[in-house]
């Protein structure tokens, strides 16, 4: 009995020195001397999470304007892209595909609708990441437009030293942009002088330069419109270029009071006519005006001024000197009264032999100022140019 406890006891004192040398890990028992144990342990590497997928598009949140047709790049750094899903109106799904370049639709989106884009990726562990963005398709586009410019004066053209550059335009210019219009107006000089712009009219834009043409001025007026977005309409075919050149210095002074025209040329006067201007109640306008355009024949009839039956014929060498109608022309049925008293309907009659040598004399541009009626040029076409101050022009 005795030998036989001494037995266990020895077994008993070796297990618990094999114990001794052991350690219990997580739920695992390693063998060995404690101290070289734990230098493995502190030794063994940790690895380090996976890195975040992340996801780089080429529109910012809420972006606009894209084309029905768009193909959006996408891409994933630290991982793999997982799935693209589409929205349209309703939830509904877009059919799409992804290329090299990015996810495009199948079929193109519609016009002026917004959309939904949900990109899936996961990182190199398998964790997914959901990144979203709206975006929204651009209005159809109209179709393009031609604007078509009236210049005058016309291209070639010899006038006065009045003349003030004039832009018709086909369609009107809206006043947000009537700068970006005439920014794109381009008044170029052989003596170059200060110029201003004024619009008349959403469709009417002049420019004059600050003191009369010099004669032997040449003047090119250029637009660059082409690329222009009017009302949605892109701008084409519209581009234009037009020279005139300055030949004389004619400058005719009309005076109510001693009913006498003086005409002179390059400063020198060369002509005394007898004249009729505007009586009481149909007054001339006083001013710096200037040639418009000439005509052999113009009917004229007063129902357009408000009084029918005053007059409606055909009158002869007709020199326009304003939009309103007024006129210096022939007056074959008032020569007693030329040179002697006002009578006329607001025009400037004369006789129809100095009519007809101012009629061949005149040209678009020259300068007549008018005196003395009472009644001072309006701010319209055709008579305000030269008559609005410089600072206000």
Not at 211 to 238: A, C, D, I, Q
């Amino acid at each position: 009995m005795v030998a036989s406890t001494d037995r266990r006891r020895k077994r008993g004192r070796l297990t618990l020195g094999l114990l001794a040398g052991a350690i219990l890990v997580g739920g695992l028992l390693f063998l060995g001397s404690r101290s070289s144990l734990m230098a493995r342990l502190v030794a063994a590497p940790v690895a380090a999470p996976a890195p975040a997928a992340t996801v780089s598009l080429d529109f910012v949140p809420s972006a606009v304007n894209l084309a029905p047709k768009p193909v959006i790049p996408i891409s994933v750094s630290n991982g793999r892209l997982v799935s693209v899903t589409v929205l349209g109106a309703g939830a509904q799904p877009v059919a799409g595909q992804l290329t090299a370049s990015g996810w495009t639709p199948v079929a193109p989106l519609a016009w002026a609708s917004p959309y939904q884009m949900r990109v899936v990726v996961a990182n190199a562990t398998g964790h997914k990441e959901v990144i979203q963005r709206a975006f929204a398709t651009m209005r159809r586009p109209l179709p393009p437009l031609q604007l078509t410019t009236t210049v005058s004066p016309s291209n070639g053209q010899g006038v006065g030293e009045g003349a003030v550059v004039v832009l018709d335009f086909s369609v009107p210019i809206p006043a947000s942009l009537q700068a970006v219009v005439q920014r794109d107006v381009l008044v170029q000089m052989s003596q170059p002088q200060p110029g201003k712009f004024l619009w008349f009219s959403d469709t009417e834009l002049h420019w004059r330069p600050q003191h009369f043409w010099p004669v032997g001025e040449k003047v090119t007026v250029s637009g660059r419109f082409n690329g222009l977005s009017l009302g949605g309409h892109r701008v084409e075919n519209s581009n234009f270029v037009s020279t005139f050149t300055v030949v004389d210095n004619h400058v005719t002074y009309v005076n109510a009071l001693t009913h006498m025209a003086l005409v002179y040329n390059n400063g020198k006067l060369i002509r005394r006519e007898p004249v009729s201007l505007g009586r009481p109640g149909f007054p001339t306008i006083s001013g710096i005006l200037v040639v418009l355009f000439k005509a052999p024949s113009v009917f004229m009839n007063s129902a357009t001024i408000g009084y029918p039956g005053l007059y409606a014929e055909n009158v002869y060498n007709d020199v326009a000197i304003s939009s309103d109608g007024y006129f210096m022309h022939s007056a074959n049925w008032d020569i007693y009264d030329h040179g002697v008293a006002n009578v006329s309907f607001g025009c400037i009659e004369q006789n129809p032999g100095d009519s007809l040598w101012f009629y061949n004399f005149s040209r678009p541009g020259d300068i007549i100022i008018v005196q003395h009626t009472g009644l001072a040029a309006g701010a319209i076409n055709g008579e305000a140019d030269w008559n609005i101050p410089w600072s206000q022009y």
